[in-house]
């Protein structure tokens, strides 16, 4: 695709309820990452992909935070037994790495919007 | 304290006017800082990038970096309702594999 997507936009789920949240990276980016957004405030780093590798996942704030990306492309962040903390803005973002991590633009999708009730 | 800073605003001029978002970060191992814009319920898009101390430019956008006082800002001339979206600087270092974003200032450009 065109550019960076994610599914569900919008995600409502009971307290206590897992939820399974899409990114699909623009083809051919090796990086992908995850970021939680809080109301009125920049991104938080969660987790970080190589192709399959997660290499860094030192911001994913519980064990019941988990990431995948098993084949390299699409990758799905899961949250088991949601709290109401949880209930964010979730973004994904990929890149390439020629030249090094920061050399590269990072390319955002649009989030998914989790509300935890 | 958080590895970068930025004032929230929220930040409202008229149009054409010049606006300036600043940010500071705390750790002089930080190599790169970019600034994005956030247009509300989208994700960022990256409008300035640069690893050097400095000026930027790039059409009416001017990124300048001070990394003497750990202090980055990016200027908006002849400001346009267009422009009206939160900006969030983000900084990042080699030696990690995060990027560092600041809390964002909410820019609203009046016609």
């Known amino acids: 695709g065109a550019g960076v997507s994610q599914s569900p936009r919008y995600k409502v789920a009971k307290r206590g309820q897992d939820v399974a949240l899409r990114c699909d990276p623009i083809s051919g980016h090796v990086s992908l990452f995850w970021y939680q957004q809080a109301l009125g405030q920049g991104p938080e780093f969660l987790t970080y992909?190589?192709?399959?590798?997660?290499?860094?996942k030192s911001g994913l704030p519980s064990d019941r935070f988990f990431a995948e990306r098993p084949e390299g492309s699409v990758s799905t962040l899961k949250i088991q037994r949601t709290q109401q903390e949880d209930s964010a803005v979730y973004l994904c973002?990929?890149?390439?790495?020629?030249?090094?991590?920061?050399?590269?633009?990072?390319?955002f999708g649009d989030g998914t919007r989790l509300s935890i009730l | 304290q958080k590895e970068v800073e930025q004032d929230p605003g929220p930040l409202s001029v008229p149009e054409g006017a010049i606006v300036s978002l600043n940010c500071t970060y705390s750790n002089s191992a930080f190599q790169y800082f970019m600034w994005y814009r956030q247009y509300s319920r989208k994700g960022p898009e990256l409008l300035m990038y640069?690893?050097?101390?400095g000026n930027k430019e790039d059409g009416r956008f001017t990124a300048q970096v001070d990394k003497s006082s750990k202090y980055i800002s990016l200027f908006i001339r002849d400001s346009q309702p267009s422009d009206s979206a939160t900006y969030l600087c983000a900084i990042f270092s080699n030696t990690g594999n995060q990027f560092y974003f600041g809390t964002g200032t909410s820019l609203t450009v009046i016609p």
């Open positions: 992909f190589q192709n399959e590798a997660q290499l860094d």
């Open positions: 640069t690893y050097s101390s």
């Open positions: 973002a990929s890149s390439t790495v020629r030249g090094g991590l920061g050399n590269q633009p990072q390319h």
